[in-house]
């Protein structure tokens, strides 16, 4: 099992910026890559972001290219989120998620891929 915990969500004028936080913790070593989805209310969840723990690639979403950063620090089992010239529309609750040995053949956009989730952080883009 791997426990994921996000922090670092909140209210933000539009053009800010926001550091969201995920740490992992447990079985971290049965996985290879860690995702960052959100989703709006009324809306399906959409895919963000996501990073490899070995090496270090990247894939950002389109909606959020050019503007939000992923990271990963593996000495501390974490992964970061740096969103820039944040958007209304940016506003959801951002969960991180970490995939499975059994799925790691899905693209890494795919909800499938990834069997661990935590409870998400509000982020809310006010105009």
């Known amino acids: 099992q791997v426990q994921l915990v996000e922090s670092g969500g909140g209210l933000v004028q539009a053009g800010g910026s926001l550091r969201l936080s995920c740490a992992a913790s447990g079985r971290i070593v049965s996985t290879s890559t860690m995702g960052w989805f959100r989703q709006a209310p009324g809306k399906e969840r959409e895919f963000v972001a996501a990073?490899?723990?070995?090496?270090?690639?990247?894939y950002v979403g389109d909606s959020v290219k050019g503007r939000f950063i992923i990271s990963r620090d593996i000495a501390r089992d974490a992964v970061y989120l740096q969103m820039n010239s944040l958007k209304p529309e940016d506003t959801g609750s951002y969960c991180c998620?970490?995939?499975?040995?059994?799925?790691?053949?899905?693209?890494?956009?795919?909800?499938?891929?990834?069997?661990?989730w935590g409870q998400g952080t509000q982020v809310t883009v006010s105009s």
């Open positions: 998620a970490a995939d499975s040995a059994r799925t790691q053949y899905a693209l890494f956009s795919a909800q499938f891929r990834y069997a661990y």
């Open positions: 990073i490899r723990w070995t090496g270090g690639r990247t």
